[in-house]
């Protein structure tokens, strides 16, 4: 595609539900990275694949966040038993890969948990 | 880890006058720093990047200058315009083999009174 694909642009659930976020990357980008932007923060790295293959998923949060990713493409974020303090703009990003530092941003997903 | 701070928060400038944003980070391996520039509800673009070999770069009215030494780099925005209100966050990425992972500085809302 032209850019960096997420949905949906928002998501507003209950505590404890959880969530699924989508992430599109640009064709033939084969590194794909996960964000998580709170208001008033910086960018926290969650976790980053090449290919399918996450080298780190260290930068997860806690054990309820989980990331695929399949045929090289498209990732899922996903978030069970959702919290208050999960409330975040999550933003997905992808570049050429791991060497080419240049990331594109998607728009994001907003995140709330009631 | 990496860390990265950045520091101001908030400024405000008149257009026309400068902007100086400024970095530090930790890792003394780090060898790539970009800077990404957040519009109000859109998403982070890439504006400019230095890598450790140099020592600036400049794009028009932008800039960077690192001082490896010191570990800390710094943005330019000369003659300043109301439409480079944003937020800026600086990055920097580990220089250890398999690296990948840019840490962002918390950013800064930058806002050109015209």
């Known amino acids: 595609g032209a850019g960096v694909s997420q949905s949906p642009s928002n998501k507003v659930t209950e505590k404890g539900k959880d969530v699924e976020l989508r992430c599109d990357p640009i064709s033939g980008h084969t590194a794909l990275y996960w964000y998580r932007q709170s208001l008033g923060q910086g960018l926290e790295f969650l976790i980053y694949f090449q290919g399918n293959s996450a080298p780190d998923k260290s930068g997860l949060p806690s054990d309820r966040f989980s990331a695929e990713r399949t045929g090289g493409s498209v990732s899922t974020l996903t978030i069970q038993r959702t919290q208050q303090e999960d409330s975040a703009v999550y933003l997905c990003?992808?570049?050429?890969?791991?060497?080419?530092?240049?990331?594109?941003f998607g728009s994001g997903t907003q995140l709330s948990v009631l | 880890g990496e860390n990265v701070e950045q520091h101001p928060s908030t400024l405000s400038v008149q257009e026309g006058d400068s902007a100086v944003i400024k970095c530090t980070y930790s890792?003394?391996?780090?060898?790539?720093f970009p800077w990404y520039k957040q519009e109000l509800g859109k998403r982070p673009q890439l504006i400019i990047d230095?890598?450790?070999?140099?020592g600036e770069k400049k794009d028009q009215r932008i800039a960077v200058t690192l001082n490896k030494t010191a570990k800390h780099f710094s943005l330019h925005i000369t003659e300043t315009q109301p439409e480079d209100s944003a937020v800026y966050f600086c990055a920097a990425r580990g220089g250890g083999a398999g690296s990948y992972q840019l840490t962002f500085g918390k950013g800064t809302k930058l806002s050109v009174i015209p």
């Open positions: 230095i890598r450790s070999n140099v």
């Open positions: 990003a992808s570049s050429l890969g791991w060497a080419n530092e240049k990331l594109f």
């Open positions: 890792d003394s391996a780090s060898n790539y």
